[in-house]
């Protein structure tokens, strides 16, 4: 690459980031269904014309911005996850949701972008899939981890009948290598863990959990036997 086009890309990616920081001001002021292209070109100081060749509508500038605040977590995860390696399953686990919910209070606008109310007129690509897949695969990884190590897991009630063929279609998607009803206990702690954190980032543990932390710690252990680590 010449040295005029090394200049090109890292001003390209200068004015990129640039886009996305004035977005990321405005879905914290006024929420992703108001967010607009124009609204952020003028406080750049833009004209509308020179910011659609970084980003062509509203849902291409939305769509960055979702895998950005879902890498985000996923890489929050993961670190929590790498510092406590070497640990027992259960404690793993527990690293991970703790990380998902530091992560959520720090990032509350971006939280709420991936995990609040849908934006309107706006459906999320195939391309967002990836990265929101990653605190859900690492999840999955130390279920699986406990399923093969020493012991194993605790062995789980079955499924009534009326959901076995979805139970086997869960787990044939997210993880054919568990039974099936490790797989459906695991969406739902996926979505208890997620309902935890809203909970408490919207609002509604107000005048009814008063110790946060510990509250979540708790839970975050229950969900983790509820998939059956031991």
Request: with cysteine; charged share 25%; hydrophobic share 50%.
């Amino acid at each position: 690459m010449s040295t005029v086009q090394g200049a090109r890309a890292r001003a390209r990616l200068e004015v990129t980031a640039a886009i996305k920081d004035e977005a990321r001001r405005q879905l914290a002021a006024e929420g992703a269904a108001k967010l607009s292209l124009r609204a952020v070109a003028r406080e750049l100081g833009m004209v509308s014309s020179a910011l659609y060749r970084y980003f062509p509508s509203r849902d291409d500038l939305l769509t960055a911005l979702i895998i950005d605040a879902y890498d985000s977590l996923g890489q929050s995860a993961e670190r929590a996850h790498e510092a406590v390696a070497e640990a027992a399953p259960l404690e793993r686990w527990v690293a991970v949701c703790e990380a998902v919910r530091r992560w959520s209070l720090d990032h509350p606008h971006e939280y709420a972008l991936i995990y609040g109310s849908p934006v309107p007129g706006y459906v999320a690509p195939q391309a967002t899939v990836p990265a929101a897949a990653r605190v859900g695969l690492l999840l999955i990884g130390v279920v699986r981890d406990a399923h093969d190590g020493p012991g194993g897991l605790e062995e789980l009630s079955a499924v009534p009948e009326e959901l076995s063929a979805e139970a086997d279609r869960i787990a044939a998607d997210l993880a054919p290598d568990l039974p099936a009803p490790v797989a459906v206990a695991l969406v739902v702690a996926w979505a208890q863990l997620f309902g935890l954190v809203g909970f408490e980032l919207f609002g509604q543990f107000n005048r009814v959990v008063e110790e946060r932390e510990p509250f979540f710690r708790h839970a975050a252990r229950q969900l983790g036997r509820g998939v059956g680590l031991r």
